[in-house]
């Protein structure tokens, strides 16, 4: 069974990651994951969106994505589970909210998604790490950002 003080650390990493994607800081969500972790990204149909083999790449591109954009990521109702000593399964339900300027000829919009994270985390030393996420969406929703004045 996972002690609660494990669950507790991966809790709190998975809140920083929110707060770090919503806040920029890639050097703070670069120390919650292992630098080989694997990103698979899923649409509504289950089709797979975007994969990465590499945090750096993944960093780079959600840096260039979200660059000038305002971002709310938030996730609820873990569920973790212990798959054997140093590796958790963790699965949380999430939301997403973007506000994404115009930029590269495509006009400003919004997009609002929902779904759960699947995650795996390994522990390494003494400190827990991300160490693979797949994202499966169950809705997402892109729409013309309001102007305003």
């Known amino acids: 069974m ?3 003080e494990v669950s507790e650390i991966i809790r709190t990493k998975k809140a920083q990651y929110c707060r770090f994607v919503d806040t920029k800081q890639w050097d703070g969500l670069s120390r919650l994951i292992l630098p080989d972790a694997k990103f698979i990204f ?9 994969e990465f083999d590499s945090l750096q790449t993944w960093i780079e591109l ?49 997009m609002r998604g929902y779904g759960h994270y699947h995650e795996i985390w390994k522990q390494w030393d003494s400190d827990w790490f991300l160490a693979k996420l797949e994202l499966t969406r169950t809705i997402l929703e ?5 102007r305003s004045n």
Do not use: C
Request: charged share 15%; hydrophobic share 45%; glycine share 10%.
């Open 2 to 4: 996972i002690t609660f």
């Open 42 to 50: 899923f649409g509504v149909d289950g089709g797979i969106l975007h």
């Open 62 to 110: 959600t840096a260039a994505t979200l660059d000038g954009a305002h971002t709310s990521h938030r996730v609820s109702n873990s569920e973790l589970t212990l798959l054997s000593k140093g590796q958790v399964a963790a699965i949380w339900a999430m939301e997403d909210y973007l506000l994404l300027r115009a930029k590269d000829g495509n006009p400003a919009q919004t």
């Open 142 to 146: 892109f729409k013309a950002a309001a």
